[in-house]
């Protein structure tokens, strides 16, 4: 069963702190991606990557910085965090590889870290 | 820029009601076009696809199809079930160009016993 795995569940932290948040896929995937969720604003990506140590900006990276040293795993790191980033955090990934001719592009998810900063 | 819209919600029905929940998009060329569902406390999960006009994705008892004349993507489902209450997002990605998908707001679906 294929699988996208999330360091944490839950995580609490204090505003300033330094996060780390882990995504790790088994699928041999070239592209992994980070959003967040937000009530009412659907999921908006922060940064993705198409290859071991790339790295692509998305609609909302302030705040954040990613890395990718290996292809199975791709962290997301809030350098010094704040209460605007309390929200649930949403790892995917997905394959460059052709379905009946056109790209797969269907996103495998992580089951999400819910991020609170007090 | 690409964009998906999607009805707001949430939306209340009982058990063995008919669904619909309407989703237009607006796109350059021809993107690929998804619906994903969440349930609760979990990650999004692919429910059905679409990858050229007038394509039928279907699953689980879920429909949509790939209107290009109307850039639309409606999910149906003829009756629905307790177990379909869940978050559904309407989502394209463009088939040239990149890997970025584009998510609606999603729609919470309620469904009553």
């Known amino acids: 069963d294929v699988k996208v795995t999330q360091s944490s569940r839950y995580l609490v932290k204090r505003t300033g702190e330094k996060v780390f948040l882990e995504c790790v896929q088994d699928?041999?995937?070239?592209?992994m991606f980070w959003y967040r969720q937000d009530p009412g604003l659907g999921l908006r990506l922060i940064y993705f990557s198409y290859d071991v140590k790339m790295k692509e900006k998305g609609d909302i990276p302030e705040g954040y910085s990613v890395s990718r040293e290996k292809k199975e795993r791709f962290s997301l790191i809030l350098e010094s965090a704040s209460t605007n980033q309390t929200s649930m955090y949403l790892c995917a990934s997905s394959s460059s590889g052709l379905a009946g001719g056109v790209p797969n592009n269907e996103q495998f998810f992580g089951p999400g870290t819910r991020l609170t900063v007090l | 820029g690409d964009s998906v819209t999607q009805m707001e919600g949430p939306v209340t029905l009982s058990e063995e009601a008919f669904l619909t929940i309407n989703c237009t998009y607006t796109?350059?060329?021809?993107?690929?076009l998804f619906w994903y569902v969440q349930y609760p406390g979990e990650g999004l999960q692919l429910l059905l696809k679409?990858?050229?006009?007038?394509d039928k994705g279907s699953n689980k008892g879920f429909e949509a199809t790939y209107r290009k004349e109307t850039t639309s993507f409606h999910l149906e489902k003829g009756s629905v079930q307790v177990s379909d209450s869940a978050v559904y997002f309407c989502a394209l990605t463009r088939n040239t160009g990149g890997f970025k998908t584009i998510f609606g707001a999603g729609t919470r679906l309620f469904v009553k016993a």
């Open positions: 679409a990858t050229k006009a007038d």
């Open positions: 699928m041999d995937h070239e592209n």
């Open positions: 796109a350059t060329g021809y993107p690929s």
